[in-house]
């Protein structure tokens, strides 16, 4: 797959998730709310690490990059 490509399907990737967080924020309103996710909130300072999420995104990733680029 040639640079071009790439970067045409990157943008319009990004370009994607922009109009979602836009017009339908709700769609990823569970995103860092997951059981497993940490989150640990205190008077001075807080700390979030979104576990379960990504390990949702990065299945999803997996199986949209599997079936694109499957040879």
Do not use: Q
């Amino acid at each position: 797959m040639t640079l071009g490509k790439v970067l045409l399907f990157t943008g319009l990737v990004i370009a994607l998730v922009g109009l979602v967080l836009t017009y339908a924020p709700g769609l990823l309103g569970w995103f860092g709310h997951l059981p497993g996710d940490i989150r640990i909130e205190r008077e001075n300072g807080r700390f979030f690490l979104p576990v379960t999420s990504m390990i949702v995104i990065s299945v999803i990733l997996t199986v949209i990059i599997n079936l694109f680029f499957r040879r």
